[in-house]
Every structure is written in C-alpha cells, then in structure tokens.
C-alpha cells in the first residue's frame, strides 16, 4: 500500500504561482506512473496532468502552457509547478500513482486563488 502526502497548497493571488509536491512512502516511486487531479466545489475530479515511468507527460486543455509536472525519483516525489494562476483553478488537487493498473490516492492539498 503506497502512502501519498501533498503539500504547496494554499492562498494566492490571481496571476500568482503555486509549487505542488506529492511524496510517496515508496522507493520505487520512478517506477509509477505520476498524475495530479483536481475537484473544484461542487464539480467532479479532472485530469489535470500526467507522467509517465519514462518521463513523457500529458497535460489536460485548460492547463494552456501554465503548469508542469515533474519528479525527484531519489525523494519519491511528484511536483505541479502551477504559474499563472486564475480563479477558476481553485480546488483540492490530489496526487495519484498508478502501478499495474492499481491508482493509490493522496488527500489531498487545497489551492485557492482569489484577490
């Protein structure tokens, strides 16, 4: 059972920028793929961005060039590097890990953008 903890969350202004992190209690974190989703209030969770065990990576329309997915393989974690934030990006975003078609979930981190 793989533990997923995310962190960066918070508070800021529109145009602002967040750094999301996910950690993984595994040490073959390299070795799944990484994707980060989001829950606005009221609305269902979406796909916002995705990277593979080889590094290749996906990101969802509305993300439009702002946002960037990465990895640390040597500390087991995923990071989002949100830049350019709007409004309309406030929502819980969780990390998830799939490996052999098993997904593992974190709680996760609440952003909020708002003047």
């Known amino acids: 059972q793989v533990q997923l903890v995310e962190s960066g969350g918070g508070l800021v202004q529109p145009g602002g920028s967040l750094r999301l992190s996910c950690a993984a209690s595994?040490?073959?974190?390299?070795?799944?793929?990484r994707m980060w989703f989001r829950q606005a209030p009221g609305k269902q969770r979406e796909f916002v961005a995705m990277?593979?065990?080889?590094?290749?990576?996906n990101y969802a329309d509305f993300v439009q060039g702002r946002f960037t997915i990465s990895r640390d393989n040597a500390e087991n974690t995923a990071f989002l590097q949100m830049n350019n934030l709007k409004p309309e990006d406030t929502a819980v975003y969780y990390c998830?890990?799939?490996?052999?078609?098993?997904?593992?979930w974190g709680k996760g981190t609440l952003v909020t953008v708002s003047s």
């Open positions: 595994t040490n073959i974190f390299s070795r799944y793929t």
């Open positions: 998830c890990a799939r490996l052999l078609n098993t997904n593992y």
């Open positions: 990277m593979t065990s080889g590094g290749d990576t």
